[in-house]
């Protein structure tokens, strides 16, 4: 239960506190800022946003352009542009209020009203909200001074319309016109009364630019069901973020994590070797090569890209 109210209450009040390993100190790389963003294509370039996590799943920052590989449908490219950026950003928190939440929804209440308070007041927030189906309830907005009215009126009950609930928030996140954009979605895993099916999600996370968290409530997730554990974790490494499980972990610690890793991500920039307007998917892969004396380094980026065509 202490989740939801850790996870939204000190997330973003992360803005200059930093929980990572930090490698030797290196000249820092010349060149042209290069702007931050989601995983686009302009024109040839193509620029992946990346984060990185240690064994103990805390983000990793330091890093430079020569602790990267990259690679598109398994050919290596030659990482021409990168940058490690902070800047405001678009969050949506995406509530499940199905009747296997209920005890949790006191507690998600007066989360979501701190955490808007301790907000960097350039940043974006909105709230959608689902069971039967989804709702928005706070829209696209840096103005939070009715939030916590319109949280107050949340009530539990009702099937589970989690991917109906994403899509919204989804759509909702198109309006926005900040670079960085997330979901954190915040769920027991249950998935029974969606109109839209897993694949659709799926597609429909591949072609937008939003990074979506996951985390997996404890207090109304079954451990025993495989397949919402599955769905949760493969809307977030498909995004390009990851699950966080609350069951075992600290939950001030997650809400750490999610704050850094907002804001601060690696984007590396390249221009693919065999250029291909074609209009398919196209598969990216990166690696990490950790500097002497750090440990084994995860990264996780979107899956890959459309290309445009002609």
Do not use: C
Not at 10 to 23: C, E, N, R, S, T
Not at 299 to 304: E, I, K, P, V
């Amino acid at each position: 239960m202490y989740v939801i109210v850790q996870i939204l209450s000190f997330a973003m009040g992360l803005l200059a506190q930093q929980v990572a390993i930090q490698p030797n100190q290196r000249p820092e790389a010349k060149g042209p800022a290069m702007p931050s963003a989601n995983l686009r294509v302009d024109t040839n370039l193509v620029l992946v946003p990346t984060t990185v996590n240690d064994d103990f799943n805390r983000p990793v920052t330091g890093l430079e352009k020569g602790d990267f590989r990259l690679f598109e449908d398994k050919v290596e490219q030659t990482i021409t542009s990168f940058s490690s950026e902070d800047e405001p950003i678009a969050l949506g928190f995406i509530f499940d209020t199905s009747g296997s939440m209920a005890a949790l929804l006191p507690q998600g209440r007066d989360a979501a009203s701190e955490f808007l308070k301790m907000a960097n007041p350039e940043d974006e927030f909105f709230l959608v909200e689902f069971d039967n189906k989804p709702r928005l309830v706070i829209p696209l907005s840096s103005n939070t001074s009715e939030i916590g009215l319109q949280v107050a009126m949340t009530k539990s009950g009702g099937s589970t319309a989690l991917i109906d609930g994403l899509f919204m928030g989804i759509h909702e996140m198109h309006k926005s016109k900040k670079t960085k954009k997330a979901l954190v979605l915040i769920s027991d895993g249950g998935e029974n009364n969606s109109r839209y099916s897993p694949g659709e999600i799926k597609n429909a996370i591949k072609e937008s630019d939003v990074l979506i968290y996951t985390v997996a409530i404890a207090g109304g997730f079954n451990p025993d069901s495989a397949a919402g554990l599955e769905l949760l974790n493969g809307i977030a490494e498909m995004s390009g973020a990851h699950m966080f499980n609350a069951g075992g972990n600290s939950l001030a610690d997650i809400a750490e994590k999610i704050g850094v890793e907002l804001r601060n991500r690696y984007v590396l920039g390249y221009t693919p070797r065999d250029v291909k307007r074609d209009g398919k998917f196209h598969k990216i892969q990166v690696k990490v090569v950790p500097p002497r004396g750090l440990p084994k380094l995860q990264a996780h980026w979107r899956s890959g890209y459309y290309a445009p065509s002609n």
